[in-house]
T-cell receptor
Framework: AQSVAQPEDQVNVAEGNPLTVKCTYS??????LFWYVQYPNRGLQFLLK??????LVKGSYGFEAEFNKSQTSFHLKKPSALVSDSALYFC?????????????FGSGTQLTVLP | GAGVSQSPSNKVTEKGKDVELRCDPI?????LYWYRQSLGQGLEFLIY????????KSGLPSDRFSAERTGGSVSTLTIQRTQQEDSAVYLC?????????????FGSGTRLTVV
């Protein structure tokens, strides 16, 4: 079985400061890893993914995430937060070799960027 | 259409009544997913359709839940004899198979409230 943990329900950061949203995962094989963002009353939007290759992946809106296999983590980062980054962020995983096509999502982290 | 369309956007129903939620995927997307997002929870996988193949129903929480996909396009999620614990946002996503697993486009969801 695959699972995702987002240990922080809420992250607050001042505008202009770096932000980190944490994610750890548990799978029995090699993972595909994703970050999605959800703005109020909107569907989830894809931010970035790790499939293979370089452990540091860059995505939309200046976000990036680092795949760390030894720590089974995939933390989302941004060097300088914007107020408009305030939203609900979800980490998700899928096993590469599994027959299941669905993603398993974490419980989400509410990011609030304070002006 | 340009995006994944879900209707209704909001639904309030009385306990014990049946409800139908509709998802209209992006034209040409053969893969369709239903997820449930409960308050404070991550996204819970419900069901997956791929073309004309038998759907993966492994995430349906009880036999009160069912889903159909007619003509490989529009999907309807039906909840019979609704219970208060069914209150959640129901999200639909679609993708082209070759884009899986990172080509999901989510709809804005249907917020179901069972009173």
């Amino acid at each position: 079985a695959q699972s995702v943990a987002q240990p922080e329900d809420q992250v607050n950061v001042a505008e202009g400061n770096p932000l980190t949203v944490k994610c750890t995962y548990s799978v029995s094989g090699n993972p595909y890893l994703f970050w999605y963002v959800q703005y109020p009353n909107r569907g989830l939007q894809f931010l970035l993914k790790y499939i293979t290759g370089d452990n540091l992946v860059k995505g939309s809106y200046g976000f990036e995430a680092e795949f760390n296999k030894s720590q089974t983590s995939f933390h989302l980062k941004k060097p300088s937060a914007l107020v408009s980054d305030s939203a609900l962020y979800f980490c998700a995983v899928r096993v590469i070799s599994g027959s299941a096509r669905q993603l398993t999502f974490g419980s989400g982290t509410q990011l609030t960027v304070l002006p | 259409g340009a995006g994944v369309s879900q209707s209704p956007s909001n639904k309030v129903t009385e306990k014990g009544k049946d409800v139908e939620l509709r998802c209209d995927p992006i034209s040409g997307h053969t893969a369709l997913y239903w997820y449930r997002q409960s308050l404070g929870q991550g996204l819970e996988f419900l069901i997956y359709f791929q073309g004309n193949s038998a759907p993966d129903k492994s995430g349906l929480p009880s036999d009160r839940f069912s889903a159909e996909r007619t003509g490989g396009s529009v999907s309807t999620l039906t909840i019979q004899r609704t219970q208060q614990e069914d209150s959640a946002v129901y999200l639909c996503a679609s993708s082209l198979p070759r884009q899986e697993p990172y080509g999901y486009t989510f709809g804005s969801g249907t917020r179901l409230t069972v009173v």
